[in-house]
């Protein structure tokens, strides 16, 4: 069963610090891998893509790297800011007959204090 | 237009109740999806519909029934169900899902908070 792991559960920080957010998935038939942001009671916000073939993505100040022969990805903020603040969450979807089917991790709820 | 619509944003109903949620998307998109997401829980799909037909059902109970009238619109009907079915229900779409060089990026829409009393 593939797992989708998230470490921190939760992390705060004060504004205009740099941070790190990880993600570590079992399978490593990655097709890609996805970071959404989610404010409380709201729907999902993708935020950036990561195809298999791919090592990173950047847009802004956020910038997602994957590993694949390790089973991580990181997503690096820039400069934090109190908007910043919301749960944070990577998806992967697996290659082969299903790639559409994404397995989240739980989540790291990011806070950014002023 | 990057946006995926959702109504109604909030729905209470009782056990007995039948009501309809509506999921709207106007990218061309042609996978559509149905999640369901607890408090504190990740996302857990539900249904996706690959060109207005359902192909992949979850094992969800019958009380949830998808429909997809055409490739813009997906609607999830509610009947009899329990109170633990109250949860914030997510609707994405994305491009493909059967072309090998598609991402599949999924976006998603607001959502709709159900509560069943």
């Known amino acids: 069963k593939q797992e989708v792991t998230q470490i921190p559960a939760a992390l705060s920080v004060p504004e205009g610090e740099n941070l790190v957010l990880n993600c570590s998935f079992t399978?490593?038939?990655?097709?890609?891998l996805q970071w959404f942001r989610q404010d409380p009671g709201k729907g999902l916000t993708s935020l950036l893509l990561?195809?298999?073939?791919?090592r990173e993505q950047t847009s802004g100040r956020l910038n997602a790297s994957l590993d694949k022969s390790s089973g991580r990805s990181t997503l690096y903020i820039a400069a934090s800011q109190p908007g910043d603040s919301a749960t944070y969450l990577c998806a992967q979807s697996n290659s082969g007959g299903s790639n559409y089917k994404l397995t989240f991790g739980k989540g790291t709820l990011l806070t950014v204090n002023p | 237009d990057t946006e995926v619509t959702q109504t109604p944003k909030h729905l209470v109903m009782g056990m007995t109740n039948k009501k309809s949620l509506k999921c709207e998307q106007h990218m061309g998109h042609r996978a559509m999806y149905w999640y369901k997401q607890k408090a504190k829980k990740p996302p857990e799909l539900m249904f996706v519909y690959s060109y207005e037909k359902l192909s992949i059902n979850e094992s969800v109970p019958s009380r949830f029934s998808p429909e997809c009238p055409n490739s813009s619109l997906l609607n999830l009907h509610l009947h009899a169900l329990q109170p633990e079915d109250s949860a914030l229900y997510l609707c994405?779409?994305?491009?493909?899902?059967?072309?090998?060089?598609?991402?599949?990026?999924?976006?998603f829409g607001p959502g709709t908070r159900l509560t069943v009393t």
């Open positions: 399978d490593s038939a990655i097709y890609n």
């Open positions: 994405a779409s994305s491009p493909f899902i059967s072309l090998r060089t598609a991402t599949y990026e999924q976006y």
């Open positions: 990561i195809q298999s073939s791919q």
